[in-house]
């Protein structure tokens, strides 16, 4: 197989990938617990801009000025393979993470009625598991597309999860004060055994 063959390959990999997790994500939107809070529209609208912002990036950097257009990541087989794998594995995580969540989960900072601390499965191994697998698949395409201007916009990705992972952890370290200190001492935030 030619490199040219194995980005083919990946890229269309790849774009499977993040349409079945929209996919997927539309069908779970629904049947939630009801919110009890709700952040702030304005939080909310300024961690989604971030994302987009980064999402953009990451998509354009092939038309980008220099130096974002430059490759930075070498263009070979196996970085095609590890893309993909990365992609894979962030989207099998993230699609556990979310059935595990079941309707405890909101695309906003939330507290739920009858809000749980899911402590089991992915979130055994890191308190943001959705972020982990949607920050993975953003890095396996940033990887495929393999330009200093994806790597950019995949940063400016995670930054705006660091954001909302962070006013997450506040809001739960108020509703489980200490049982959620506990859980921050055990598990990582997004990254096991690492951040």
């Not at 194995?6 to 269309?12: D, E, S, V």
């Not at 349409?19 to 961690?47: C, H, M, P, T």
């Not at 495929?144 to 950019?152: E, N, P, S």
């Amino acid at each position: 197989m030619t490199t040219h063959e194995a980005y083919r390959m990946a890229a269309a990999v790849v774009n499977a990938c993040w349409l079945i997790f929209v996919v997927f994500w539309l069908i779970y939107a629904f049947g939630n617990k009801k919110a009890v809070y709700s952040e702030d529209l304005r939080q909310r609208f300024l961690v989604q801009i971030i994302a987009v912002i980064g999402v953009l990036i990451i998509m354009n950097a092939p038309r980008e000025p220099q130096p974002l257009n430059m490759f930075v990541i070498p263009r070979t087989a196996a970085t095609a393979a590890i893309a993909t794998v990365i992609c894979i594995a962030g989207l099998v995580f993230a699609i556990w993470a979310r059935v595990t969540i079941g309707r405890n989960w909101s695309a906003r900072v939330t507290v739920k009625e009858e809000h749980e601390l899911i402590q089991r499965g992915p979130y055994g191994l890191v308190r943001h598991p959705i972020y982990t697998g949607i920050l993975s698949m953003a890095l396996g395409s940033a990887l495929l597309v393999g330009r200093a201007g994806a790597v950019a916009g995949w940063i400016v990705f995670v930054v705006s999860f660091w954001i909302k992972s962070r006013d997450e952890e506040a809001l739960m370290m108020q509703q489980f004060p200490n049982e959620y200190a506990a859980y921050r001492q055990r598990t990582k935030r997004v990254v096991p055994f690492v951040w």
